[in-house]
């Protein structure tokens, strides 16, 4: 990207944007682009309206024009209300939001976007995405870099990337259909004993969990499937359910890689599973790791936690959900004694939060989004603080510094300081550091938060691993695909409580809303007779499809059909497609804020 808009001059080769030869020609650019950079720069002080002046004057927009733009950027971006607040006090979405505006308030050809919706949560990013849409609709080019594979489905055309080199580049569904295999979902227990099994097996390639469903990549297809059953049965398993499903991107991505990986170096040793989960995970019988009751927190007048209650099982891997302050980090630095309840209770590990925080944190670890490691350390550097931080003996210390450079892929690296290290190799050094005692219970703050998808399986792995063993995991994510992993989710909106259960459970309890996908010659043409059909909860682009969430499947897509009809441009079958966690997430969302308002009627 930085190339592209003439910030790095190229070793070797060519390239032109928007008719600008971006070599011989950078100067240029001007006004022809706009670039929104991971850490793009607002100016804190400045009010959300200060802001966008400033960038309007920066490049020499008509007084008259810029007004009415920013009206515009601010209505599309729905910072209205937020027009008079200093940028420093928005929430992240806002910022990233803001940051989109302040970008395109030159009306550029083309829109660069580096990683714009890391670490925003799923509802801003619904907005941000809408907000692409309005430009796309007005004619502007947008390159956007993200890795965010159920992003990238959302996009016309799509490039895959490896060290450098584009391996892949087509539309979504053509790039599906070259995977080479068969996606299949299963239902297998003892689950450890299945996975060990199953990643032994000649002809399987991917092997990843999700809640108590197995996804699988089988290179040999369907001939696979046939024996795959009686192979677990023999091995002591029993298979509850086999099904073929849609491949995704995702999958896509990793077995791209996992082909070019067999060329080169070997892939690196998947952590040791044992035999069987040392935590019981069934319903009869279980210790609970964490248990909060009417947990709350506020700040002055602000309750930033409202009454929270919920138990973890030992060994279960348990997603905390939630938009940009909904009060997931206060809840989590309260369950970690940093923080006291302003009213309730809560234990870990069997201590109580308040009463006996110091004799707690001994059974605690916890990981942080920005990994806690100290950049201008060694990673050997690193662990040997931690190991003293947690008091750990000489020897001990040595043995768990072999444990964590095996398991982070850093074994002859502990010499580099860590700021030189990839993303992925920072992240599992500090879970390393992180889980470097041995706690019973351990502490994930979005811990894959702008980390790329070949990594973030690899993360997901260890935690498998770690919670086969007995750890209890206390997960956030934004990423909504990730929270597929957890045994359980808890989904915190404004402080409150609004949804717990497993994914399944989630989805089989509520009864409205239902997914349907609708392939259409123009996506952008088809948003407009959509935008006020009332069955409709909410739209997206996905590639050349639309992905409608309605409130009843049978009339959503009556009402679907009867919109379009009159403008020609469904071109297929209008099929229901599974509902995802992050439709089932603004599902919640929007049934909670009914019933507020219908509250705050009364």
Same mark, same amino acid.
């Given at each position: 990207i930085q190339m592209l808009c003439g910030i790095l001059t190229p070793t070797a080769g060519s390239a032109t944007v928007a008719g600008v030869d971006v070599v011989r020609q950078a100067s240029n650019l001007g006004g022809k682009i706009g670039y929104m950079s991971e850490g793009f720069t607002l100016y804190g002080s400045l009010s959300v309206e200060e802001n966008l002046d400033f960038f309007?004057? =920066?490049?020499?927009?008509?007084?008259?024009?810029?007004?009415?733009?920013?009206?515009?950027?601010l209505r599309f971006a729905r910072l209205e209300e937020a027009r008079h607040r200093r940028a420093e006090h928005l929430s992240g979405g806002m910022k990233k939001k803001l940051a989109l505006a302040c970008t395109l308030i030159h009306q550029p050809q083309?829109?660069?976007?580096?990683?714009?919706?890391?670490?925003?949560?799923? #509802?801003?990013?619904?907005?941000?995405?809408?907000?692409?849409?309005?430009?796309?609709?007005?004619?502007?080019?947008?390159?956007?870099?993200?890795?965010?594979?159920?992003?990238a489905e959302r996009c016309h055309r799509v490039a895959l990337m490896r060290r450098g080199e584009i391996i892949a580049s087509d539309v979504p569904s053509a790039l599906k259909k070259r995977l080479r295999g068969v996606a299949v979902e299963m239902i297998a227990r003892p689950q450890v004993r299945a996975v060990a099994r199953l990643r032994e097996t000649p002809g399987?390639?991917?092997?990843?969990?999700?809640?108590?469903?197995?996804?699988?990549? =089988?290179?040999?297809?369907?001939?696979? %499937?046939?024996t795959l059953p009686d192979r677990l049965v023999a091995a002591g398993v029993t298979v509850e359910e086999v099904k073929t499903t849609t491949p995704s991107l995702e999958d896509v991505f990793i077995a791209a890689i996992e082909d070019l990986r067999a060329a080169d170096a070997p892939r690196r040793p998947l952590a040791p599973l044992p035999e069987e989960a040392l935590g019981p995970m069934d319903d009869s019988s279980y210790e609970v790791a964490v248990r909060a009751d009417s947990l709350t927190r506020r700040f002055?007048?602000?309750?930033?936690?409202?009454?929270?209650?919920?138990?973890?099982?030992?060994?279960?891997i348990f997603g905390f959900l939630g938009p940009n302050g909904s009060g997931k980090t206060t809840t989590i630095r309260m369950l970690c004694?940093?923080?006291?309840?302003?009213?309730?209770?809560?234990? #870990?590990?069997?201590?109580?939060?308040?009463?006996?925080?110091?004799?707690?944190?001994?059974?605690?670890?916890?990981?942080?989004?920005?990994?806690?490691?100290?950049?201008?350390?060694? #990673?050997?550097?690193?662990?040997?603080?931690?190991?003293?931080?947690?008091g750990l003996s000489p020897r001990r210390l040595a043995e768990r510094k072999r444990w964590v450079l095996e398991m982070a892929g850093l074994t002859g690296k502990e010499h580099l300081l860590t700021r030189d290290l990839s993303g992925g190799w920072k992240q599992r050094l500090a879970l390393g550091c992180a889980i470097l005692h041995e706690p019973e219970i351990l502490f994930l703050d979005e811990p894959t938060s702008g980390v790329d998808p070949v990594s973030r399986r690899e993360f997901w792995d260890l935690i498998f691993a770690l919670s086969?063993?007995?750890v209890t995991i206390f997960v956030t994510t934004h990423y909504m695909d990730e929270a597929e992993h957890c045994h359980d989710l808890g989904l915190l909106y404004r402080g409150r409580l609004i949804a717990r259960g497993s994914p399944a459970q989630l989805r089989a309890n509520m009864k409205m809303g239902s997914l349907i996908e609708v392939p259409v010659r123009d996506p952008l043409a088809a948003l407009v007779p959509l935008e006020r059909v009332p069955e409709i909860i909410q739209t997206a682009i996905f590639?050349?499809?639309?992905?409608? =969430? #309605?409130?009843?499947?049978?009339?959503?897509?009556?009402?679907?059909?009867?919109? =379009?009809?009159?403008?020609?441009? %469904?071109?297929?079958?209008?099929?229901?497609v599974p509902i995802s966690l992050e439709d089932l997430f603004m599902l919640f969302i929007e049934m909670e804020e009914a019933g507020r308002k219908a509250r705050e009627s009364v």
């Open positions: 309007a004057e =920066l490049y020499q927009v008509p007084p008259e024009v810029a007004a009415e733009r920013k009206e515009k950027l083309v829109l660069f976007l580096d990683e714009p919706t890391t670490g925003v949560d799923p #509802v801003s990013r619904q907005d941000f995405w809408k907000v692409l849409y309005e430009f796309l609709a007005e004619g502007i080019t947008i390159f956007v870099t993200t890795p965010y594979m159920d992003e399987v390639t991917q092997v990843q969990v999700f809640g108590e469903r197995l996804h699988l990549l =089988l290179r040999n297809g369907q001939e696979l %499937i046939n002055g007048t602000f309750t930033a936690v409202d009454r929270v209650s919920f138990d973890v099982r030992r060994g279960e004694g940093l923080l006291p309840p302003s009213e309730g209770t809560a234990t #870990v590990a069997g201590f109580d939060i308040v009463r006996q925080r110091t004799a707690m944190k001994p059974h605690i670890g916890y990981m942080s989004q920005k990994f806690s490691l100290y950049n201008d350390l060694t #990673v050997a550097e690193n662990i040997r603080f931690y190991g003293d931080v947690y086969a063993q007995g590639g050349d499809k639309l992905r409608i =969430l #309605v409130w009843e499947s049978e009339a959503g897509q009556r009402a679907v059909e009867e919109a =379009l009809a009159p403008h020609d441009l %469904i071109i297929g079958p209008i099929q229901p």
